[in-house]
């Protein structure tokens, strides 16, 4: 394993250091700073991965570190904005009951694997992609959107997003079974 940092985790480690930002821009509430430090995390959560594949400097570490990243960012907005309001209890319980499980897995496969390497989950990108739709339609319905069809929308978004968080979760059962049969 190479432990030098590279460009590409100095990108994804930016993530970390814009959350504590992002949070109190929800908390406060300050749209502007919200919406700023969400694009610029989304935005080098989209370049990380292509500059590290391009300066052939990817490796199982810095792919860890960005998925580590990226589930810290989730479901700290996620708990966020259900502290705020903005999120019905029942779906931040259908959101984050399972990202425990996932957790749990992938903790447990690094162990038993003795590498960085993640557990694979077949829907886990989807899950990821679905979330990061909902994410910025849930800070523009905390800020502006207070029509009834952007709960209807939101309705939807989440139908989807829970219906591919089923097929995930069923995915790391499966994977915390084997891991736990070994």
Known sequence: MNPRFTYAD?????????????????????????????????????????????MGQSREFGEAFDSTVDFLIIYSMFTTLFAIGMLAWWKWVVIVLPAVLMAVTQI??????????????????????????YLPFLLARTFWLKAGWAQTADDVVFGVLALAIAVNTLDYARTLTRLLGR
Request: net charge positive.
């Open 10 to 54: 100095a990108l994804t480690g930016s993530r970390l250091v814009m959350l504590p930002y992002l949070l109190y821009a929800l908390i406060t509430p300050l749209p502007g700073l919200a919406v700023a430090t969400l694009t610029a995390m989304i935005a080098t959560d989209l370049v990380d991965g292509k500059i590290a594949r391009r």
């Open 108 to 133: 447990l496969h690094m162990l038993k694997a003795r590498d960085v390497a993640s557990a694979p989950a077949l829907a886990g990108k989807v899950v990821g992609q679905i979330q990061f739709v």
